[in-house]
């Protein structure tokens, strides 16, 4: 047990961090720490219950968010803002510091947590004296792919990634084959998009190197199984300690109460095991509606059974407008298209589930390959493309053809489908994918980890194994 040793923990304002700060925060309160886990009125009112057992360990701490011009009122996360908005969430982010530096000074914690982006946070905990660990909820390929801090900002960024090209390619330090790099298309966007002002006064390259430079160590979501020696690069760029915390896989599932998903979920008892693709895209990626149209038609196209949980897009005004005229009526009996929230680990943990077409995101793809199921990826922003990359170089996933302008069709996506789900071609992804259970899905693995960081935020020493 960890005594009364007390950690402070803030996230970015997007549900794809604040899940995981939470999952690990959990974890921490089970090995005896508390934690005050930082955040905003409304992003805490949304979190996910907690256990009525870690509720004494856990203090979810809401400080309310300024008002900044240019922030719609009432949005305190990503996932309502359009992408030109999230800037001025940045920014009225930022002027949370005073008030956490207040909190910081009356609960004199021993650690804090903190998310890359989150600069601000970090240099409060070092004006506070507070050990600081940066956690960052990606792989540890993508933190390879981009650097260091000296190569995120000035000279050293203008010499290894002086334009959107010079992201297309695998960087010098890594010294074994690798994929992970992005494509034309997606580079385009994303070296401005990290590396350029962005109105906040701050780039994001900027915000995270500064969080690494200020940090003690760094905790990420990996395990040594899994990407080894991508750690292994990592440990040695940041010249020090890099701390895998494991995969943070959810466990188990709960009881379907709602009378709508009782009767989706009898259709997959009726389905052949393995044979059904589950199609998530999540709230965060807003898809166009020839983006929409596109995936319909290949799943359409594809022949095989399906489960879509697709949100109701901003361009459809009722839920049929999202879809192509008719679908519902072709693909009746065959596939299942649902608009609403979706219990997405309770889909993945049914037997029925063999293949599951989503964005890569991390989360994402941690939850599909502790089921063993084929991932078929589309990816569209942030470090989406990184992870399919890794993914294929694993041998584990099939990516979706694109074009140049990062379109794609039906026909591409029904191809991937059919690889990933039924032809003899894909026999070996679906080994590979079963094989990958065996080390996202092993809590016993991934507990030895929180051990070893628990070791080193009490004070000993995080050993390679």
Known sequence: M??????VMVPWLAFGHMIPY?????????????????????????LPKLSPTLLPLINLVALPLPAVLGLPEGCEATVELPFEKIKYLKIAYALLKQPLKRFLEGASPDWMIVDLPVDWAAEAARECAVPLLAFTMFTSASNV???????LTGDGQRRVRPSPESMTTPPEWVTFPSLVAYREFEARGAHPGFYGDNSSGTTDADRIATTLSACDAVAIRSCREFEGEYLSIYQKMLRKPVIPVGLLPREGSHEITNQAWRKIFKWLDEQKPKSVVFVGFGSECKLSQDQVHEIAYGLELS???????????NWAIEDVDALPSGYSDRTSGRGVVCM????????LAHP??????????????????QFGHCPIVLPFVIDQGLNARLLVEKGMA???ERGDDGSFSRDDIAKSLRLAMVMEEGEKLRIRAR??????????LHQSYIDELVKYLKGGIAKEK
């Open 145 to 151: 792919f981009f650097g260091p801090p000296e190569y």
């Open 2 to 7: 960890a005594g009364n040793m007390h950690v």
């Open 303 to 313: 022949e095989l059974p399906f489960l879509w949980a697709l949100r109701k897009p």
């Open 398 to 400: 099939v990516e979706i």
């Open 435 to 444: 094989e990958a259970a065996m080390i996202f899905g092993d809590q016993k």
């Open 352 to 369: 029925s589930i063999g293949g599951s077409l989503f964005h890569s995101g991390w989360g994402s793809a941690i939850e599909t390959m």
């Open 340 to 347: 609403e929230w979706a219990p997405q680990m309770e889909i």
């Open 22 to 46: 939470l999952q690990l925060a959990i974890a921490l309160a089970e090995a005896g720490i508390h934690v005050s886990f930082i955040s905003t009125p409304r992003n805490i009112q949304r």
